[in-house]
């Protein structure tokens, strides 16, 4: 029998415990809800939420209610907004066990049909094994495809009558994407891959956003007939899904048939086809390996191609800013030498210019929702989290930190350099913030970071980038506008660009034969 000292310290212990968790539960019950705006009943807060940029509104009432986390309700549904880097990385990095879920978007997955994008999939096995599955992005082995699609645009640009700016960059993105994941070749005008990506990501970016996602929080929404007037997004859905489709299966079949006949080039998809040819493992599934190179041309499509017209933007806006970045390519390349990765630590100034270009306008400005999976409420700087709360990072507010970033609303590159012209370590990079947090973090941030430089590195060794004029001469002011949706596409815009010099257009001519 046990002593009744024993029994009497099994007592206490329970007792001890039993407190404990009162006294959490208390906590929690006696935390309230972060700051935000008034809720309606049933609706909550769906009427302030504004048709786009809401990030800059979630930024706007931060301030107003002095908060680094902000609540909203949407229909029931608890949205909570990390407005500082620092309580992003204290809640998506350090909590990540707990803040790593996506919330359940039926609209986009079940109607839409990107249930395989592992960017949206939900955190589990099936999410883990394609991560782990994707190429490494963060080697130089990808830099000659990277460098070769860039001397094709810029050659293109040489060569176009009547130019069109962002069919370009599309297509040089869609080249770089398309070869590593199934290396194929794309066609030089109107190319079906990518004329298929636009479309699908055009339909993902504007069904990701608020609205929709009110929408699918009222299932009832998904069963309205075509003809009722709103109900639109069933019809935008078909038509998201067939596009889908046809991203996953069409270039994944023809990587499998050149495999059968032997004329597949080296890529991801012919790579991980032959390790399961042999055997290696059981991860290397038909589906994960589609579902894997579909994702990789999902996101490294749009992101890319946003941060470079932005970036050409910023030039048109700070000619200043070009004429130092060209005079420190000048002073660093050989006449007609064209810049590559092996000059990025000597070109200071350059790299500065692509990290003002992705903090000034990021490609995601309101970031990418996580989800929180614990099943209790969180706690964070006294307030509670609820259980199933979409957690938001707002990247927007994150680049204009006026701490971080003195006078952010400018373009200024030095920022990022000390005052002896080199990048200064002791300032925030934005590539910290832009590309994520925790595990959710972007997996292609090395490739589309070096796809970036390379192109801003070249563009400027070569051209000059200047405002387009009008028959009559008058010169046509570029004023930014943008396309809602989660990457907010700068709309059509003028500019052209004008050659440096012969020496460098005949060099840049040659990498046509040697580039083969």
Known sequence: MPSSSGAGLTAIAALLVSVVVYVRRSRRDSCPLPPGPRKLPLIGNVLDIPASKEWDQCMRWAKQYDTDILHLDLCGQSIIVLDTYESCIELLEKRSSKYSGRPDQPTIVNLMGWEFNFAIMPYGARRHKMFHFRPNSATSDLHPSMTKATHIFLRRLLDAQVLDFETELRHMAGRIITDIAYGIEVEPHDDPYVATAKAAIHCLSTGATIGMYVASKIPALMYLP???????????????????????????????????????????????????????????????????????????????????????????????????????????????????????????????????????????????????????????????????????????????????????????????????????????????????????????????????????????????????????????????????????????????????????????????????
């Open 226 to 516: 075509d003809w009722i007037p709103g109900a639109h997004f069933r019809r935008d859905a078909e038509v998201s899904r067939n596009l889908s489709r046809v991203l996953l299966d069409k270039p994944f079949e023809l990587v499998k048939r050149r495999m059968a006949d032997g004329t597949a080039k080296a890529s991801f998809a012919s790579m991980a086809l032959q390790k399961a040819d042999d055997g290696v493992t059981a991860a290397y599934e038909d589906d994960t390996i589609k579902n894997t190179a579909g994702t990789m041309i999902m996101g490294g499509s749009d992101t890319t191609v946003c941060a470079l017209l932005n970036f050409t933007l910023a030039m048109l806006a700070h000619p200043d800013v070009q004429e130092r970045a060209q005079a420190e390519l000048d002073d660093v390349l050989k006449p007609g030498q064209l810049p590559d990765f092996g000059d990025e630590e000597r070109l200071p100034y350059v790299t500065a210019i692509v990290k003002e270009s992705l903090r000034y306008m990021p490609v995601t400005p309101g970031g990418l929702p996580h989800y929180y999976t614990g099943d209790t409420p969180d706690i964070f700087h006294g307030y509670t989290i609820p259980e199933g709360s979409v957690v938001v990072a707002n990247i927007w507010s994150m680049v204009h930190d006026e701490t971080a970033y003195p006078d952010s609303y400018s373009f200024k590159p030095e920022r990022f350099l000390t005052g002896h012209g080199k990048l200064d370590p002791t300032v925030r990079d934005p590539v910290d913030i832009v590309f994520g947090f925790g595990r959710r973090i972007c997996p292609g941030r090395y490739m589309a970071y070096s796809s970036v430089w390379i192109t801003v590195a070249s563009l400027l060794s070569v051209y000059t980038i200047a405002k387009a004029s009008r028959p009559d001469g008058s010169i046509i002011e570029v004023e930014p506008e943008y396309v809602p949706g989660v990457v907010p596409m700068p709309k059509a815009f003028s500019c052209k660009f004008v050659a440096r010099n012969r020496e460098t257009e005949r060099v840049l001519r040659e990498t046509e034969n040697w580039e083969q």
